[in-house]
């Protein structure tokens, strides 16, 4: 049974730090793809970044290019999303996304993720 567990959210002041992670059970990440998405309130969900277990490319998307850092460890099933100088404009709910893949995760949509994780609330306010 696959299963994606997010955690690291809260409420933090503009510029400062999270890390959000996604651990995965019933699967091993070389063989997915892993992205992390958000849904701010009233706006769409939209993909912040991906990693491709495959072959350990990534892809940002440029709001949060500079500030935000994928990184996955294999041995502990985790994806880390490593956001600093965090803004008003990142607040939302973060989820991780799961797809068996070895091609590039910045080529996929988010239809092309079948597997999701409940959602961990980022809130940055003054």
């Known amino acids: 049974h696959l299963q994606l567990v997010e955690s690291g959210g809260g409420l933090v002041q503009p510029g400062g730090t999270l890390r959000l992670s996604c651990t995965a059970s019933?699967?091993?990440?070389?063989?997915?793809?892993i992205a992390w998405f958000r849904q701010a309130p009233g706006k769409e969900r939209e993909r912040v970044s991906c990693i491709s277990g495959f072959s350990g490319r990534t892809d940002l998307v440029d709001s949060v290019k500079g500030r935000v850092t994928i990184s996955a460890d294999n041995t502990k099933k985790t994806v880390y999303l490593q956001m600093r100088s965090l803004q008003l404009e990142d607040t939302g709910v973060y989820y991780c996304a799961a797809t068996k893949t070895t091609d590039f995760c910045g080529w996929l949509r988010q239809f092309d993720y079948y597997d999701w994780g409940q959602g961990t609330q980022v809130t940055v306010s003054s």
């Open positions: 019933g699967f091993t990440l070389d063989s997915y793809a």
